[in-house]
């Protein structure tokens, strides 16, 4: 019998035997400069939401609903002409603050690649897609308000040029090329800022 503890024992099923060579290759990291990162990692989103805009939609919805109880109301008695005139009146005036609510209850901001983009409501109108090439810098505003600017939606001032003011708050402001400005109020819009200017410095490197 050899005095060998190996020998005569089993191997377990798959293992090295005491005389196999063993792989000791070990796998170097990647460089990082061979590192490709993911395209999210290029892309940043906001939002901010105006629970006024829902507010005055849902009185447009409510003008529109008087506006057809009024139609099928068997009880009128003032004449066929006042009727149809508050019919009308009513459904237009509704659908005219529903609209123009509902285009604003929401404000998107995409900032993919070269370009940044802005969406409003849930149809995406008003949209504005403004290429980095024409940024000059991008800011942080700490407080946008509607009085600044004259109201909600989508505003111009000749002195400041043109926003999205959807409620008060932060926001985000880019100077362009052509010296105008472009402002949106959009939450956390400080990393907004910062990612625009890692982006504006990597196009001017």
């Known amino acids: 019998m050899s005095d060998h503890p190996f020998d005569g024992a089993p191997l377990a099923e798959g293992g090295a035997g005491p005389h196999d060579e063993v792989d000791r290759t070990t796998t170097r990291p990647t460089p ?3 590192v490709v990162l993911p395209p999210s990692a290029e892309v940043w989103t906001g939002r901010a939401t105006s629970r006024l805009q829902w507010a005055l939609a849902a ?7 008087l506006g057809i109880e009024l139609a099928v109301d068997v009880s009128w008695s003032g004449g066929l002409a006042p009727l149809v005139m508050s019919v009308v009146g009513c459904i237009a005036v509704g659908l005219l603050i529903l ?6 209850v929401h ?11 802005v969406r409003c409501g849930h149809a995406g109108v008003p949209r504005r897609r403004i290429p980095l090439r024409d940024v000059v810098e991008a800011d942080h505003a700490p407080s946008v308000t509607p009085r600044h600017w004259g109201g909600w939606g989508y505003r111009w001032r000749p002195e400041k040029g043109t926003a999205v003011v959807i409620r008060r708050g932060e926001g985000l402001v880019l100077r362009l090329g052509d010296g105008r400005l472009f402002t949106v109020t959009v939450d956390d819009a400080e990393a907004a800022v910062d990612h625009i200017r890692t982006r504006l410095q990597a196009l001017r490197a």
């Open 32 to 34: 990082l400069e061979d």
């Open 107 to 117: 404000v998107d901001v995409k900032v993919e690649g070269d370009t940044i983009e």
């Open 59 to 65: 009185v447009g919805a409510g003008c529109v609903a």
């Open 99 to 104: 609209f123009g609510t509902l285009a604003f």
